[in-house]
């Protein structure tokens, strides 16, 4: 696996820098790696004015590959971290993976910072030479787009919702603020929002050669730009993070709208789904049984402490405490949605 490798700098600051893949969208040799390196690297150099390249090769790529499983036939996934982001797991938090067809390889989320992109993309290329394709953002979650300028960087479709342009616009600058300051400024280095190509209005597909994966946005939920894919041939389901398993649930659309989405989709014909966080692959209908439990929850106990008159300070002090055993990060994650379901239900 030959690839162009950067030493990449912050302009105006050389002591913060890393060491960056610029892919070509299929496996080149080094014959051809190094004839297109110039051009290249010039013409991405105009899109990041803010950094400074120290140095160029053409190699393998000294990244470890992140470790992933085939769940189905041609499908790979990789198992998040429950953690917090910090420099030392780059943000890499979510369930990330790819899907190989005939023809070309499709991204499913591209993970949470630049190096954690370049990890999977190792791992793809140890199990497949074809070009990858697309990439297919489930959400706007930091932990699921911020890797998403590798894929940019090598010219593949980036295919989400249509409301998740809108949604990252007004969080670019909280993203790189707040979650800069997490994993740290030199994993920030290309870790960014990135355009989205290809947004979609309802559902559509993607054909990868022989393996057409399909999908569809749904009303508001766990955000308002949540797309969920499935694949025939294996009868796999991408939920993202409609379910959760394990890691706490994160509230940021609508209690109502999310449960509304697990109810429909509990007739949904699948064998598996792949949650956003949690186990790789859970057997589907029962994969969601934990995250509709978790959310009905806090809806029966919000509604019941708004009935006897609690204010918000209160009711999330105690709301949804009935779960705290079944799930990690319960007080990262819970007082926040606990939050968000008062001041939706309120209004009731």
Known sequence: MIELVLTVCLAGDLEVCATRMLPQTAVGSQTECEA??????????????????TNQACEIPDITPLPVTEIADGIWMHKGLHEIATPQN???LANIGFVVGQDAIAVIDAGGSRDVAERLLVAI???????????????????HVMGASLFMDMGAQIVAHENLPAALASRAETYQVNYGRLIGAQRM??????????????????????????????????????LRLFDD????????????????????????????????????????????????????PDGMGDVYGYLLTIAQETRA????????????????????????????????????????????
Request: proline letters at 5%; a negative charge; aromatic letters at 8%.
């Open 233 to 284: 041939l294996t009868s796999t389901l991408w939920a993202g993070d409609l379910v959760f398993a394990e890691h706490t649930p994160a509230l940021d659309g609508s209690i109502n709208g999310w449960l509304g989405v697990l109810d429909e989709l509990q007739g949904f014909k699948a064998e598996r789904v792949v949650p956003g966080h949690g186990p790789v692959s859970l057997p589907w």
């Open 305 to 348: 402490a708004i009935k006897q008159g609690e204010s918000l300070s209160v009711a999330i002090t105690h709301v949804g405490e009935s779960q705290r055993d079944k799930w990690l990060l319960f007080d990262e994650f819970n007082a926040r949605n606990a939050t968000a379901a008062y001041t939706e239900l309120e209004w009731e």
């Open 125 to 143: 290329r140890q199990v497949s030479d074809l070009p990858v394709k697309y990439l297919i953002l489930t959400h706007m979650h930091p932990d």
């Open 36 to 53: 297109s390196a110039d051009m290249r690297i010039e013409d991405w150099q105009k899109q990041h004015p803010d950094l400074t390249i």
């Open 90 to 92: 780059a943000g890499d």
């Open 189 to 226: 280095i290309l870790s960014n929002v990135v355009p989205v190509d290809a947004l979609t209005t309802g559902i559509g597909e993607i054909d990868l050669g022989g393996r057409i994966l399909h999908f569809a946005q749904t009303p508001t939920a766990h955000t308002d730009n949540d």
